[in-house]
T-cell receptor, first 116, second 110 residues
Framework: GAGVSQSPRYKVTKRGQDVALRCDPI?????LYWYRQALGQGPEFLTY????????KSGLPNDRFSAERPEGSISTLTIQRTEQRDSAMYRC??????????????FGEGSRLTVL | QQQVKQSPQSLIVQKGGISIINCAYE??????FPWYQQFPGKGPALLIA?????SEKKEGRFTISFNKSAKQFSLHIMDSQPGDSATYFC?????????FGPGTRLSVLP
């Protein structure tokens, strides 16, 4: 596609349910990032992948959060046993290159999660 | 050390005026400093970026000024237009580690 695509755009769930958020990066982009953005705040790093390998997951808040990118393209962020504090905008970004000169991140429009 | 500070939190400017947003960082390993522009309902999009080997970069009405010794950088928007009304995020990066500031909400009055 032309840009980074995320689905669902909006997700309302009840506390305790599991949710899966999907990201389809720009074709050919080797790196994929997940961020969480609270209202009125900047993106907060969660995790990133180069190809299918998860390089850094230090930003994941706890072990209820996990992410995968099994074929080096589409990625899924899964939140188990959701809590109200998980409510936020979850943004995916991709970049063409890896390493020292990564350059521009291309962001998707995000998935807004509301946990009741 | 990973934090990027940004000010002001919000800014109101008259059309034709100059908008100035400031950022500061601590980690001297950062070597790439982009600014992202975000419109409501959209994801952030790269506006302009600078590397620390230069002190200024200009693209049209947008200029980044970079002070390596002070570990500060700023975005100047000349001749601000209502279409510039958006939230602006500074960021600092080394390798694939990107840290974003909290954002500045800019409103340009017609």
């Amino acid at each position: 596609g032309a840009g980074v695509s995320q689905s669902p755009r909006y997700k309302v769930t009840k506390r305790g349910q599991d949710v899966a958020l999907r990201c389809d990066p720009i074709s050919g982009h080797v790196s994929l990032y997940w961020y969480r953005q609270a209202l009125g705040q900047g993106p907060e790093f969660l995790t990133y992948f180069n190809y299918e390998a998860q390089q850094d997951k230090s930003g994941l808040p706890n072990d209820r959060f996990s992410a995968e990118r099994p074929e080096g393209s589409i990625s899924t962020l899964t939140i188990q046993r959701t809590e109200q504090r998980d409510s936020a905008m979850y943004r995916c970004a991709s970049s063409r290159t890896v390493g020292l000169n990564t350059g521009e991140l291309f962001f998707g429009e995000g998935s807004r999660l509301t946990v009741l | 050390q990973q934090q990027v500070k940004q000010s002001p939190q919000s800014l109101i400017v008259q059309k034709g005026g100059i908008s100035i947003i400031n950022c500061a960082y601590e980690n001297t390993a950062f070597d790439y400093f982009p600014w992202y522009q975000q419109f409501p309902g959209k994801g952030p999009a790269l506006l302009i970026a600078i590397r620390p080997d230069v002190s200024e970069k200009k693209e049209g009405r947008f200029t980044i000024s970079f002070n390596k010794s002070a570990k500060q950088f700023s975005l100047h928007i000349m001749d601000s237009q209502p279409g510039d009304s958006a939230t602006y995020f500074c960021a600092a990066s080394y390798g694939q580690n990107f840290v974003f500031g909290p954002g500045t909400r800019l409103s340009v009055l017609p």
